[in-house]
């Protein structure tokens, strides 16, 4: 079967890799000249099966209408970008309430628990040079209410197969040294050994050149101009460079999937969500972190990197653009360097390497994974903040739905079907 995979970052390539490995003839097609160069290039770099609520929690709702036009808050939602979210904002209201928060934590959680195995497997196939690493990571409390809300949870991810262990402020220094300069505040929190951390851009890249060694086509710098539609069925991709035809079609594209299926009749309730992040050299400082760290408090991630520190924060509702507004990367910066006041004393800001993405997110909270209407069209899009954290098991589930598989997890909660309820 001839299967056409659209978007080449964490969502397709894996796709792809999985339907090449199940005997199937596979294009990939992005309009960026190389395989991650947006949504995925530079993100947060940690697998976290342990953080995969949904954003709409009760607690983040109540800050995002706090923080409407501040542009200092962590989580900024741009007064023009109101109307848009409107409707969607309601329905986004309604899932934060706690049976369907509830279900959608459990939801996203089994799909992180399996991406955690299967990425075993993607790994033994990409080798080194992603800097991959399982040391666990480690999230820190600053606040008695940011402990009682974390320590509350960790019976609840205990049941849904996340191994966690509750610490003090002694353990949390003794699992991270370098916070030790930084933590006059610190109370406690957890620890996730199952955790790991790694560069999502050089992996889908790695990943990528193994899967175009093994016979797929891979079409880079082809931007996707419409999909063409014979009755119930999709016929061919419109691009830049030509048509190009196939059996089946998955959309990974992110953020732009509403646009490229709502000509179908299909309309996907995604929103685009910006995440700042940035890089910044080590140099085999001692000083440096060496686990992955979740500031709760501060809502800033830390992931050493090989001799890099990637810092990652901030949720921004701006529509569909994309700049990189640098005093919102030297937000982030400095709110999680001053976890490491050693560190940032020897951080060159001229090294800094900014960056900021658009995260596609589903009105619910959970990615959107499988079938559609249409009777060859399939969706792989819609993971938010979870896009590293759950690649290779959405990938998996995406490839064994689309080629009629039967899947290995449960694919309820993450259906296309959802929207009808």
Known sequence: ????????????????????????????????????????????????????????????????????????????????????????????????????????????????VYSRQCMEELAANTGDGWD?????????????????????????????GVAVEELDRTRVLAHEPALADGADDVLGGVYFPEDQSGDPCQFCRRLGARLEAGGAQVELGTSIQRLERDGARVTAVVTDRGRFTADRFVIATGVDAPQLVAPLGLRLPIRAVKGY?????????????????????????MAPLGNRLRVAGMAEFAGHDRTIHRHRVDAVVRT???????????????????????????????PLIGSTPLENLYLNTGAGHLGWTIAAGAGRLAADLACGQSPEIDPSGLLYERQAN
Not at 280 to 300: F, N, S, W
Not at 339 to 355: K, M, Q, S, Y
Request: charged fraction near 20%; hydrophobic fraction near 45%; glycine fraction near 10%.
């Open 1 to 112: 079967m001839r299967f056409m995979v659209l978007g080449g970052g964490l969502a397709g390539v894996p796709t792809a890799w999985y339907l090449h490995q199940s005997g199937h003839e596979v294009t990939l097609i992005d309009r960026a000249p190389a395989l991650a160069a947006e949504g995925s290039h530079a993100n947060g770099a940690i697998l976290h099966a342990g953080n995969a609520e949904p954003w709409n929690s009760p607690a983040v709702v109540g800050q995002l209408l706090r923080w409407i036009g501040r542009e200092d808050s962590p989580l900024l939602l741009r007064p023009g970008q109101l109307p848009n979210l409107a409707f969607w904002g309601l329905r986004f209201l309604w899932h934060s309430r706690a049976a369907p928060y509830r279900f959608g934590l459990e939801v996203n959680t089994r799909l992180a």
């Open 336 to 366: 999680a360097l001053a976890a490491l006041p050693a560190f940032a004393g020897r951080v060159d800001d001229a090294e800094i390497e900014p960056w900021a993405c658009l995260r596609p997110l589903m009105v619910d909270g959970r």
């Open 132 to 160: 991959r690493a399982q040391r666990g990571s480690l999230k820190v409390c600053r606040s008695q209410r940011s402990l009682d809300e974390v320590l509350g949870g960790v019976e609840t991810l205990r049941e849904l």
């Open 277 to 301: 992040a940035a890089t910044i050299p080590t140099h085999g400082h001692a000083d440096a972190p060496r686990l992955p760290v979740i500031d709760d408090d501060r809502k800033v991630v």
